[in-house]
């Protein structure tokens, strides 16, 4: 069993017990208790748990807030990077949105454009665009998120595999200079991915919060993002260190 889907297995459980024992981990994984040891220090190092005596427990701090808290959290930040991107987008373009509260706010500022075409596996942005006249939209299929109105998996994947477009608008879960950009779910992510790969230009959508904040699972590096388009109150330390390693940053402000 790889390292990714070891640390997968190891968050499931924690979610499901708050706390799990390095002997039951083995067992249940069928590798060393040596190898858990390894896995846990490397997810203590991100925030998600924390190492007990015999064991680890969830440090539940840093774990993705539900849907409804992220709504309602940095609205202002999130409305202007959501024009801001909203202003990139064309008629006649082809794009992905992702899942997350910013980029329906992206949304339901794109209702006016013509001849776009929508993908995305966000029931929200889906219903959103449904009655936008000259807007297509391509709903993935795949296992229903119900908390977070998200489609993923394999399915989700298969679904949109031969499709290729102009602009890739993505979500964030976490983004440090050193992990790059990260999230908090293994089958979301790895769509993420697939969307990243098929576009012509990526765009990440991350207010401040979501700066030095390292998620679980890789959406992506550094490099195969082109632009990141946040707000004023991201450290300009952090922007001129993107900006070095070649990322155009987009500051959204009033």
């Given at each position: ?59 539940k ?13 940095n ?41 776009l ?11 959103e ?14 296992e ?15 679904s949109?595999?031969n ?27 790895e769509?993420?991915r697939?969307?990243?790969e098929?576009a ?9 919060s ?21 707000d ?23």
């Amino acid at each position: 069993m790889l390292q990714e889907e070891r640390h997968r297995r190891i968050i499931e459980e924690l979610e499901r017990n708050d706390i799990v024992r390095i002997s039951q981990l083995s067992e249940r994984l069928g590798v060393t208790r040596q190898t858990i040891r390894r896995d846990l220090s490397e997810l203590e190092k991100t925030g998600l748990i924390k190492k007990v005596h015999g064991g680890a427990l969830l440090n539940k701090r840093n774990l993705e807030p539900s849907y409804s808290d992220r709504l309602s959290t940095n609205v202002e930040e999130k409305e202007l990077i959501a024009k801001n991107a909203a202003e990139l987008v064309e008629d006649g373009d082809a794009i992905f949105l992702d899942v997350g509260t910013t980029t329906l706010m992206m949304a339901k500022q794109l209702k006016e454009k013509k001849n776009l075409t929508v993908i995305t596996n966000f029931l929200l942005i889906a219903m959103e665009l449904a009655n936008a006249p000259e807007v297509k939209v391509i709903l993935s299929g795949g296992e229903l998120r119900g908390e977070e109105f998200s489609l993923s998996g394999p399915i989700s994947i298969r679904s949109v595999k031969n499709i290729y477009i102009d602009k890739a608008f993505v979500g964030v879960g976490g983004l440090s200079l050193e992990s790059g950009f990260t999230d908090y779910h293994l089958n979301e992510s790895e769509f993420r991915r697939m969307m990243i790969e098929h576009a012509k230009k990526t765009y990440a959508l991350a207010d401040h919060s979501k700066m030095d904040i390292v998620a679980i699972y890789k959406s992506a590096d550094l490099h195969e993002i082109d632009v990141l388009i946040t707000d004023g109150k991201t450290p300009g330390s952090i922007i001129n260190k993107l900006k070095e390693k070649g990322m155009e940053v987009i500051v959204s402000r009033k």
